[in-house]
């Protein structure tokens, strides 16, 4: 291979790291609806809301007019063990497809969670330890999400309880492992150690299980438990904050080579890498400073954002969490047990919801087996095997490229490669045996589980 046809890597200098969290809800004129109590349907109090997060993390997530948010010096440290992360030119992958397009691709997965995770999982772990916590719980979907939290947990000596989607629980064992080694304990959901976990299995007898299911349990174990605390690894207003380091470092390394990306993809599940990534590039948006085609991609089996409803709906499958206003499938629907196991989830950030719901950002779909036939594309000559959740990116940045070939635009495509798939080889294996299915949901099923919403006044 030509010298100049080897991938390079964009690198910041350890003291050009972001010293503080961008928040994007600032510059945002239709502010994200605020989160409601299940019984009364008001705007949920801090003092409500601190019965369920840590008390620092409660003023974030309800924090609209700040628009950066220091970030503590212990957290930075934490952040010098794997940050700032590589910008990666895909030479190759520009060659393979024949295109004039320029592609990119932040790459999150250098850390031994495998993903970008920990970004906001050692932030909260943080602030549960500041606030005086014995622990936390929490849930997870593929893994990532777990991992990084019992690896947040272990740093800062808290105890950490993850109820894990009982399809990845069975799918992806070396994960639950990884979880184990940092002391966390993992139970698959649903489970029959939760008042909420036996609700459900005897509503959906030999359910897979769900990130909604999951939630619930972890909602009620932390209430239960004096000294606990629950965290979540997306969707919150707060997580998004903390995923700001994404998009300022990406962001930072285009700027330090006059790089304009004029499309930025991420897949999108409950919306934390994807919030994560664009924060910079919408808020300039927002501001009237710059423009960007910006793309969430979804599952086809789990399509929140192109055919779901703008409206409240509960977090969480057992119906104990806050209201939220997003774009939601119902928190009822159990998706199809699809390999992408954390855009496993019934709704969407309520930050991202309204920004696509303002026209500021566009979604599209993308079926298994083509999710993964675009993995190893990339796979094979980039030299990183991407997680599924990330493959969704690629598959639309992939399409994108094609379109430049065809048109002889040349794009600059980014796109967030938020971790890698060597803990998902079950699920390669049964896309390369020919036993991966493409479910997408009909609209008789949806509209099921749209009945069901919450009604409002």
Not at 70 to 98: G, N, T, W
Not at 109 to 126: R, V
Not at 357 to 378: K, P, R, S
Not at 401 to 423: P, S
Request: glycine residues 8%.
């Amino acid at each position: 291979m030509a010298e100049n046809k080897i991938p390079y890597k964009i690198y910041l200098e350890e003291n050009e790291m972001p010293k503080k969290w961008y928040n994007v809800r600032a510059d945002m004129k239709n502010k994200p609806a605020p989160l409601l109590n299940p019984g009364t349907h008001e705007p949920m109090t801090a003092q409500e809301l601190g019965g369920v997060f840590c008390e620092e993390l409660v003023q974030q997530e309800l924090d609209n007019e700040n628009q950066y948010i220091d970030i503590p010096q212990e957290i930075q440290d934490f952040y010098k063990m794997y940050r700032p992360s590589p910008l990666v030119r895909a030479y190759c992958l520009e060659e393979k497809l024949q295109t004039p397009a320029k592609i990119y691709y932040k790459f999150e997965g250098n850390n031994t969670s495998g993903s970008h995770k920990l970004n906001s999982a050692i932030a909260q772990a943080y602030y549960a330890k500041k606030q005086g916590l014995k622990g936390v719980t929490t849930e997870t979907g593929a893994g990532q999400w777990g991992t990084a939290l019992s690896m947040a947990c272990s740093y800062f000596d808290l105890d950490c309880k993850v109820f894990m989607v009982k399809c990845s629980y069975e799918q992806k064992p070396f994960r639950r492992e990884v979880m184990r080694v940092y002391g966390a304990s993992v139970t698959p959901s649903p489970s029959m150690e939760t008042e909420i976990g036996k609700k459900i299995n005897a509503e959906h007898p030999g359910t897979t299980g769900s990130l909604g299911c999951a939630i619930s349990e972890a909602v009620e174990v932390a209430v239960k438990n004096p000294g606990y605390r629950y965290v979540l690894g997306s969707v919150l207003n707060q997580v998004l904050l903390h995923q700001s380091v994404i998009g300022l470092e990406t962001k930072a390394a285009l700027d330090k080579y006059n790089i304009k990306p004029d499309i930025i993809i991420g897949c999108a599940g409950g919306g934390s890498n994807l919030g994560g990534l664009i924060s910079p590039f919408m808020g300039e948006k927002l501001r009237g400073e710059a423009d960007y085609r910006i793309i969430a991609v979804e599952p086809a089996s789990c399509p929140s954002f192109t055919r779901g409803k703008y409206a409240y709906d509960f977090c969480d499958t057992g119906m104990v969490c806050p209201l939220a206003k997003m774009y939601t499938l119902g928190s009822d629907f159990i998706p199809s047990a699809n390999h992408a196991g954390g855009l496993r989830y019934h709704g969407m950030s309520p930050v991202l919801s309204q920004l696509y719901d303002d026209g500021l950002m566009e979604a599209t779909t993308a079926i298994q087996t083509d999710v993964f036939e675009a993995a190893e594309q990339f796979a094979r000559v980039e030299g990183i095997l991407p997680a599924p959740e990330s493959s969704h990116a690629i598959k639309v940045a992939i399409d994108e490229a094609l379109k430049c070939k065809e048109t002889g635009e040349e794009k600059t495509i980014v796109f967030g490669l938020t971790g890698t798939g060597y803990f998902d080889m079950v699920a390669y294996e049964k896309f390369h045996d020919g036993k991966m299915d493409d479910y997408i949901p009909s609209d008789e099923e949806l509209a099921k589980y749209a009945a069901k919403l919450p009604k409002m006044d």
